[in-house]
Each structure stands twice: as structure tokens, then as C-alpha cells.
């Protein structure tokens, strides 16, 4: 492809993540199946405009999301399956939140953090996104199902990779609705959990079902990682807390969990790691998100995890990776 193709696709991921947004937020695929159905009849489904509706659909059956027939009519394909608000390992609330207000008003700010090397969440909110969160219980939900639906996908993987069995007590710190810990209590049965996350998270996460089937082993406690982890645990679970964070927040959250390690306790980290290689792969792209959205969060290398945890007065024992994105990073007091 010629270099001004090249780059003009590239360019060109904006309209379609965006088209992702609408359709996710639409519910288009809600009314949809491997059976085609016309866009005339999409459009009266989610409240939208049908021609509109059709360029949108279009560009995206071009990009492999939705297969198009003659007579302007769609049917899934197996990327727009996930867009299905009850799929097995829906990305539906992912998709929403790409396009929320928050998001591209933060995103708009991109120049700046290159420039500062401050986020684009506070130069727009004035606050960091788990404060404006907390004002905005509807950015909030969302956010959170989109959390869950994707723990929900990368949960198996974890389980599948990594063997909890000599755990008795494990802390989820920070562990949203608990999608996670739910899927590792259900595999281990003589397992006790804690999910710990902030009040306004942990008063919503006791409404979901993901804990049918842990027969009251999970212990639902509210609080600041900041200022304290939960006690009597033997291994303390973090997946996708510390790319949120600062190097000095990273140092902070693990110093107040190494405090409550016990003899052979463990810190599981569930996180992506960046390859020291160049290339184009997943961590690159999401750190890029973080870089904009978080308060000093950043996708980090083995090494940088490995300096990481020796600041708090841990060690990285071992990198488990999954069948998924994320690996299981493994550490103990030093
Ligand atoms: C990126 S989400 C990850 C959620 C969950 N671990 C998962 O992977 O699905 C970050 C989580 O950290 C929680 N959090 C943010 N600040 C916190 C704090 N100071 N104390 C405890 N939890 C906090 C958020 O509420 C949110 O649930």
C-alpha cells in the first residue's frame, strides 16, 4: 500500500471506533443474527436513521464487524457477536465508553498530555477519573460492565493459567463487581474471597449475580486502597489497578499490601505487559489510554514491574502469561 494510504487508514480508526460506539450504544446487535436483516428494519428496532444507519453498517461490514448482502441488509459476524449485550465475553460496555463524553473529552486533550505529561481526565474534570466517577453514577455503571464484561472474558484465561489451589483467603483490591474473584471462588470451592473496592463501587456490586454459587464465601469490604488493603489474606489479587497509577500511587497500594503478607503470602498482579521489541500489540495501545485518562497510570514492562515491586519491598517471583492478553505476575515480600 502506498505511504498516504497507509496513513490515511490509520487516520481512519477514528471513524470506526466511533461507529463502534453508536452501534454498541444503539444495541444494534441486540437485534441482530447470522440471518440477515434489513437496515430499514434495524433502524426502527434502536430509534435510528436509516440511511445514516446504513453508512455507519457499511463502514463497518468493510472492516469485518458485520456482514453485508445485497438490498442493504446485515447480519453478524463473529466481531459483532461481541457487541451482543449477553454474550460470553461481551465488549459491548467497552465500546460504549470509547465514545463517552468523559472519554472523547479527555482524548481531545492528547496534545497536552504529551506536552505536561499530566492526563487529559483531570485538565478536562479538574479531578482524576475515580473522582469524577464518583459524581457521575451513570459514567460510573457503565464503566464498571465494561470492567466486568471484559474480567468476564479474561477471567477464564486467568483461572485456566494460573493455580490458585494452596489459596485459602483472597483479596480482590479494587476489585470492581467482582467478576473476577467470583470466576476463581467458582473453580475453587473451598476458597474464601474479599473484594475490596471504593464504598459507591462495593454498595453496587452486591445488586449483580456473579456470586451465585459461592455459598456466602465472599466478603464484601469498602475502602480506600490509599490508606488500607483488607487483613487475613493470603494472597491479594490486583487486576488492572496498577496500570492506573503513578509509579508513587504503585508504591503506596503494594507497600500497604506487602504489610499484610503473610509468611509465603502472595501479590498476583493481572495486567498486560509491554515487550521490550518493537511492534504494534495490544499493551501499546491501551497504554495510550492510560497515559490520557488515568493520573499517572501506564502499561509497564517485566522490568519496570520488577523495579516496581523492589520499591515496595517485593519481589517478582514469576510472569505467568494466559491465552488472553493479560499475565499473572507473581510476587513476594523480598
Ligand atoms: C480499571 S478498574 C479494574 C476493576 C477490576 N479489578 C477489573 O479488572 O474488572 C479499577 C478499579 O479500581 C477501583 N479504585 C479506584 N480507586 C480506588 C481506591 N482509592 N481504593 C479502592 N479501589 C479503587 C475502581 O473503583 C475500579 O473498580
Known amino acids: 500500500m502506498p505511504p498516504q494510504a497507509a496513513l490515511l487508514q490509520l487516520f481512519f480508526g477514528k471513524q470506526i471506533a466511533y461507529c463502534l460506539s453508536a452501534v454498541a450504544s444503539l444495541g ?33 461490514a468493510g472492516a469485518g464487524v458485520f456482514e453485508e448482502l445485497p438490498e442493504k441488509r446485515f447480519a453478524l459476524t463473529p466481531l459483532s457477536e461481541l457487541l451482543k449485550t449477553d454474550a460470553e465475553g461481551s465488549l459491548r460496555y467497552l465500546a460504549i465508553i470509547w465514545g463517552e463524553d468523559w472519554s472523547t473529552r479527555a482524548m481531545a486533550e492528547i496534545e497536552g498530555c504529551v506536552r505536561s505529561g499530566r492526563d487529559g481526565v483531570t485538565a478536562v474534570f479538574g479531578k482524576n ?52 474473584l ?58 488492572h489497578i496498577i496500570h492506573d497509577w503513578s509509579d508513587e500511587h504503585c508504591r503506596k497500594i503494594l507497600s500497604l499490601v506487602r504489610d499484610q503478607l503473610p509468611t509465603g503470602g502472595r501479590v498476583l498482579l493481572c495486567e498486560m505487559v509491554v515487550p521490550a521489541e518493537p511492534g504494534m500489540v495490544p499493551s501499546k495501545a491501551l497504554d495510550i489510554e492510560m497515559l490520557v485518562m ?41
Not at 49 to 56: D, G, K, N, Q
Not at 203 to 210: C, D, K, Q
Open 28 to 60: 444494534v446487535a441486540d437485534h441482530m443474527g447470522r440471518t440477515p436483516v434489513s437496515v430499514d428494519a434495524l433502524s426502527e428496532k434502536v430509534g435510528a436513521h436509516a440511511p445514516s444507519l446504513y453508512r455507519v453498517m457499511r463502514l463497518l
Open 129 to 180: 477519573i475515580f473522582e469524577v466517577f464518583a459524581e457521575h453514577p451513570d459514567w460510573a455503571r457503565k464503566f464498571q460492565r465494561a470492567m466486568s464484561s471484559f474480567s468476564a472474558s479474561a477471567g477464564p484465561a486467568v483461572v485456566k493459567a494460573y493455580d490458585f489451589s494452596e489459596i485459602r483467603r483472597l483479596a480482590d483490591v479494587g476489585g470492581g463487581h467482582g467478576m473476577l
Open 294 to 334: 488515568t493520573p499517572g497510570g501506564k502499561e509497564r514492562t517485566r522490568q519496570e514491574f520488577a523495579e516496581l515491586f523492589a520499591s515496595a519491598g517485593l519481589r517478582l517471583v514469576r510472569v505467568v502469561p494466559t491465552d488472553g492478553p493479560l499475565c499473572v505476575l507473581e510476587a513476594r515480600s523480598a
Open 182 to 239: 467470583a470466576s476463581i471462588l467458582k473453580q475453587y470451592p473451598s476458597m474464601h474471597g474479599v473484594l475490596f473496592d471504593l464504598p459507591e463501587v462495593i454498595a453496587g456490586a452486591p445488586s449483580s449475580n456473579h456470586f451465585d454459587g459461592c455459598n456466602g464465601r465472599v466478603q464484601m469490604e469498602p475502602g480506600t486502597f490509599f490508606e488500607r488493603v483488607p487483613s487475613g489474606c493470603d494472597a491479594y489479587l490486583l487486576k
